[in-house]
């Protein structure tokens, strides 16, 4: 049987985008000492440390970003099943602690723990956002609502989000949503207005949890169910772009391979990922010449 030859062509064109689409994005290069505790989101603080919601350690765990050692713990035991902290550009911190039901907010992080200047109910919260423009986003993942806040004033909410995680800026001030349990991205206007939803079947979403974004505005996601991370271009075609992928979709702990990743952030070069069920703060790396 003679097969066409546009036929041949198309699953060619076809196979080497899917390879090329699945080749890791980054190198490993370091991995902290296995001393925390179910690690979850992770963010940059203004002292350029990273801080990481350490959901059963109830703390934040701060960590140097040069060596991945431990700095400091701050709010030991005060933070219940905290996951996710969030800076704006003054350096005031957003956290969401889960097992309180509340998103707090301290204008200085070293009093974590203690009474905060904000706290606004979020049940089951599993994200919480300090937005450039001076707003506090709450995702209330136990009522599917992500709601922005302008000082104690609700000002806008959008629905349909239940049990959804990370609540991110991009570099425009847009707002993104991890819709783990929709198995998509969600992209809102700063006043909760729908933009765009990523959720093509080339993605392979599982379950994205928690998101960040590169010098160039890709999204960097962590698919925990599928023990990967993927990056990709929300602007390409036909739904966004697959740059790459690094683990291999089954969990493990070495070199391109995770156990439920859940946090990342990135830093030029360098990408920051939470390997949580190996307890552990994990850095990849692009060589720049």
Avoid at 146 to 172: L, N, P, R
Avoid at 173 to 193: F, H, M, S
Avoid at 255 to 267: L, R, S, Y
Wanted: aromatic share 8%.
């Amino acid at each position: 049987m003679r097969i066409p030859l546009a036929l041949v062509a198309a699953f060619i064109f076809s196979w080497a985008h899917a390879q090329e689409s699945s080749l890791p994005f980054a190198a490993f290069d370091l991995a902290s000492a296995p001393i925390l505790n179910d690690p979850h989101d992770i963010a940059i603080g203004p002292d350029g440390h990273l801080y990481v919601a350490d959901k059963f350690g109830n703390r934040i765990a701060v960590l140097d970003a040069d060596t991945l050692e431990l700095v400091v713990m701050l709010g030991e035991g005060k933070l219940p099943g905290v996951h996710d902290i969030s800076f704006d550009a003054l350096g005031k911190a957003a956290i969401a602690v889960s097992g309180a039901g509340v998103v707090v907010v301290y204008s200085d992080v070293a009093d974590a723990g203690e009474k905060p200047d904000l706290i606004f109910s979020a049940p089951r919260t599993e994200g919480a956002l300090a937005h450039s423009n001076g707003r506090i986003y709450a995702m209330a993942s136990g009522i599917g609502v992500v709601a922005a806040f302008e000082g104690e004033t609700m000002v806008a909410a959008a629905q349909g989000h239940s049990g959804a995680h990370d609540v991110a800026e991009d570099q425009d001030g847009n707002i993104w949503i991890a819709d783990n349990a929709a198995r998509r991205l969600v992209k809102y206007t700063p006043d909760l207005e729908g933009l765009q939803v990523i959720d093509h079947e080339k993605f392979g979403f599982i379950g994205p949890r928690y998101l960040d974004f590169d010098d160039f505005g890709r999204i960097v996601v962590a698919d925990q169910d599928a023990h990967r991370i993927l990056l990709i271009d929300p602007d390409g075609p036909d739904g966004g772009t697959l740059i790459g992928v690094l683990g291999d979709g089954s969990p493990g702990i070495g070199p391109n391979k995770f156990d439920d990743p859940e946090g990342v952030a990135t830093i030029g070069n360098r990408y920051y990922i939470s390997d949580s069920d190996n307890n552990r703060i994990v850095r990849y790396s692009v060589v720049l010449n």
